[in-house]
C-alpha cells in the first residue's frame, strides 16, 4: 500500500509540473534559462552558381562562409536534421539551458494568415523537428513572435488567427513551455499589440483550454502595458553610423546598465549577451561590433543576471540569453570550429552550479 502512495503522489508531482509553476524548477535552482533559437539554417539559399553555396541554408552569406568559418558550427551550417536537433536538446539541456525560444514568423506579411506558408516556412523547421525528437522531455520550447518586417501581424482578427494557430500547432503540446498553466509567447515588436492584449487573454480564455496567456514583451515598457513581463531579444549600444570595434566589457557593462534603467514595477528577465558582431552580414551598412569576449566575462555576466533576478523578488524568474545560434550575428552558444568544446555554453550550467552555492 506505501508503495502505491509513492506511485500516486509521484504522478500527482508529475502531472502539476507539466502544467507549469509560477516558479518552475528544471535544474539546479528556481530561475528559468531560455535562450533564443533563430532558424535561419535550413532551407535552400537562392545563390545557386557559387561554389560556398552549395547546399547552403537561407541566411548563409560568402562572407559567413569565408571569411567566418569559424562560426560553422562542428554539423556543418545546416540543422535541418532530427539527428541534429536531438544533439542540440541534449547540448542545451545538460548545460543548463530550460528552453528554446524560437523565432516564430507571420505569413502573409500585413495580410490574411496563409497556414500553408507558416507550416511550410524554412525558419520553423527546427520546430518542427523539435516536437518530433525522442529527447525533447529533457527541456522545453515556446514562440518569440517576429512580427517584424516581412511577417508583420497588423489587426486585432490576426492577432487572434495566430493565437488559434499557436494553440493548435504548438500550445497543446506537453513540452510546451507554460507558466501558471499559461503558455508563455514573447512579442518581439509590441507596442502595436499592446491595446489587442485585452482582446486577446478575452479569447484565449473563451476558445482554448487555457486560462490565459503569460506574455513577455520585447522593448515596450510605458505604463499602460498590458504584458506580463519585460525583456529583449538583445541589447547593444546605439550604433554609431559607421563600423566600429568596442571592447565586450563595455557591452556587458551596457547590458547590466539596461536591466536597472526600467522601472522596478515591472517584472524583468534579463538578458545576457553573448556577444554582437553582424559584420558577416553587413553590406554597405557598417556598425557596431565587439571583440574580447572570452568565456570567464559571460558567466560573470550570467551570475550578474542570476543576482538581478533575486534581488528584485519577483514573483517569475526568468534570464533569457542571446543566443542559441545567431552566428551571422556573432550571439552564438553552439559549439563551432572555433569552439568545439563549447566552452561558453558550459558557462551556463557553471554560473548555475555558482549561483545555487551563494
Known amino acids: 500500500m506505501r508503495h502505491i502512495n509513492f506511485i500516486i503522489f509521484f504522478l500527482f508531482i508529475f502531472f502539476l509540473s507539466e502544467e507549469g509553476l509560477a516558479k518552475e524548477t528544471f535544474k539546479e535552482n528556481n530561475i528559468l534559462v531560455g535562450t533564443y533559437y533563430f532558424d ?28 567566418y568559418k569559424d562560426r560553422q558550427p562542428v554539423w556543418g551550417w545546416r540543422n535541418d536534421n532530427l539527428n541534429i536537433m536531438e544533439r542540440q536538446i541534449k547540448l542545451a539541456s545538460s548545460n543548463g539551458i530550460d528552453f528554446f525560444s524560437f523565432c516564430w514568423y507571420w505569413k502573409n506579411d500585413n495580410g490574411r494568415i496563409d497556414t500553408t506558408k507558416i507550416i511550410n516556412h524554412p525558419s520553423h523547421t527546427s520546430i518542427e523537428l523539435f516536437k518530433k525528437a525522442n529527447n525533447k522531455h529533457c527541456m522545453k520550447f515556446s514562440l518569440l513572435i517576429a512580427n517584424h518586417v516581412g511577417a508583420r501581424i497588423k489587426t486585432e482578427k490576426d492577432w487572434l488567427d495566430a493565437v488559434s494557430f499557436w494553440t493548435k500547432h ?33 479569447y484565449v480564455k473563451e476558445h482554448t483550454k487555457y486560462p490565459d496567456l503569460f506574455i513577455i514583451s520585447n522593448k515596450y515598457n510605458r505604463p499602460d502595458s498590458h504584458f506580463d513581463m ?129
Open 230 to 358: 519585460f525583456s529583449w531579444y538583445n541589447i547593444r549600444e546605439k550604433e554609431s553610423g559607421h563600423s566600429e570595434e568596442r571592447n565586450y566589457i563595455k557591452l556587458i557593462q551596457y547590458t547590466e546598465k539596461s536591466w536597472t534603467a526600467i522601472d522596478s514595477s515591472f517584472c524583468i528577465a534579463p538578458c545576457v549577451m553573448t556577444n554582437w558582431d553582424s559584420r558577416p552580414w553587413e553590406s554597405s551598412t557598417r556598425g557596431l561590433y565587439y571583440t574580447g569576449r572570452t568565456p570567464d566575462l559571460f558567466r560573470k555576466q550570467l551570475e550578474a543576471a542570476f543576482r538581478f533576478v533575486e534581488k528584485r523578488n519577483q514573483p517569475y524568474q526568468l534570464v533569457m540569453i542571446y543566443a542559441w545560434n545567431e552566428l551571422g550575428e556573432g550571439g552564438y552558444l553552439v559549439p563551432t570550429l572555433g569552439d568545439k568544446k563549447a566552452s561558453y555554453l558550459k558557462q551556463v550550467k557553471k554560473a548555475r552550479k555558482l549561483y545555487k552555492k551563494d
Open 170 to 202: 504548438y500550445f497543446n503540446d506537453p513540452q510546451y513551455l507554460k507558466i501558471d498553466g499559461k503558455p508563455v509567447i514573447t512579442i518581439f515588436i509590441s507596442e502595436e499589440v499592446n491595446r489587442f492584449i485585452p482582446s486577446i487573454r478575452q
Open 40 to 67: 535561419g539554417w535550413s532551407g535552400s539559399n537562392p545563390v545557386k552558381d557559387k561554389e560556398w553555396a552549395i547546399n547552403a541554408p537561407t541566411h548563409l552569406t560568402k562572407k559567413l562562409a569565408c571569411e
